[in-house]
Structure formats: structure tokens, C-alpha cells
């Protein structure tokens, strides 16, 4: 009886998973179908921006829901669009505003990502790569928060690849939402005030200015020095054989 239950609900399971894979490439292939994709570029935006601020300005609770649903979905779907919607966040609802929903939109839309990696693929990726994320969880156990920290510090780290990947491991979910959204605000800041200059950036790739970089390398040094402190201290204190 126990044997039957068990193989029904793997069943249950299995086609809970090709339902979601289903689903998965039918909202793709309707925003492609849809050219909405298309208008996910800076080009675009600038177009319709005046239109754009007044459709803001006339429902602002509406539009600011929708605007984070439409971010939080491409994210979810591993697509890389987190960079044009902090920076256009940042041109309608202003800095402070722009980083505080982008990093809601991506928190959400990377916890959603990392959530369905895990319940999809990682009971058949986990025994064909069993030996590489073996060893990314040794990382993450020495110190799972802090090592997810330093991963949304780097400049361009893609966040298409860093979420599924991660779903793979045992790092827990609260860990993950909560680090993601500490360590990505303060970038997030720092791009959605570039949006403020929207008039001066041609292409995404203009964001990526010498002070921005040199603010993020700035950020990590900080971050990552008490760590580093202490591992050296770790290494002079224990005994030479």
C-alpha cells in the first residue's frame, strides 16, 4: 500500500514538473510572440517615455504594480532584464523609490527563479553534475550569507545563471531572499541613480561607467575585509606541524 502511495505521488510529482516546464516555454513564447521584448530596451523606452510618465502620473499605484509584476516575471524566467529596469526605475519613480522596488522585483523574481531550479531539475542535475555541486556546497556551508553577499556585489554578475544555478545546492531559501535583497540594494541604488541621467545613456553598456565600478569594487572590499581579517588571523593562530 505504502508502495503505491509513494509511486503515485511521484507520478503527481513528474507532471507537476512537466506542467511547469510547459508553462514555462508557452510565456516565453507568448512575450517573444507578442514582440514585448522588444520594447525591453533603453531605445525604446526613450521613445515612449513621455507617454510612458503620463500613464505613471495618472494611476501611479497601477502602473507601479504592474511595472513590478512585468520585472519580477522576467526575472523569474531567467531573462536577462534586471539592468534596463533599474535604470528606467529610476528615470519614473526616482532613486531611492527605483532601488527600493527593483530590489523587491528582483528578490521576488530571483527567489521565484531559484524555487522552480529546485523543484524541476535538481533531483536529475544533482546525480549528473554530482561531483561540481558537491563541491559548491562546501562553499556555501563555511558561510552560505556571506557567500551569496559577495555573489550580488559583482558588477554584471548574470542573474539568469546565478539563480537556477543555486537552487541546485542546500542553500536554504530565507537565506537566499535575505541576502539577495541586502546585497543587491545598494548596487541597485547606484544604478537607478544612473537613470536620472537616462538623456546621456545610449546603450545599457553606458551604465557601466569607471566610478560605478570602482564604487562596486569599493562595496565588495568592504564587505569581504572582516572576513578576510579573520581567516588570516585563523591561519596565523593555528600551529605549523
Known sequence: MKELTTL???KR???L???LIALFFCIVASLYHFDVLDYLNLASFKHYQSWTEEHYLQSPIRFTLAFCFLFTLTISLAMPTALFFIVIGGALFGTWLGAIL????ISLGSLTAFLLSRFVFREF?????HAQLTMLNKKIEKDAFLYLLSIRFVPGMPLCIINPILGLTKLSASVFFTAS???MFIPNLIYSNAGKHLSKIETIGDVFSQEITLSFLFLAILILSPKLIQE???????PRS
Not at 232 to 238: D, L, M
Open 102 to 105: 527593483a530590489t523587491l522585483s
Open 232 to 238: 588570516i588571523k585563523k591561519k596565523r593562530s593555528t
Open 181 to 183: 535583497a541586502i546585497g
Open 8 to 10: 503515485s505521488l511521484m
Open 125 to 129: 542535475l544533482s546525480k549528473k553534475y
Open 13 to 15: 510529482t513528474d507532471s
Open 17 to 19: 514538473r512537466l506542467s
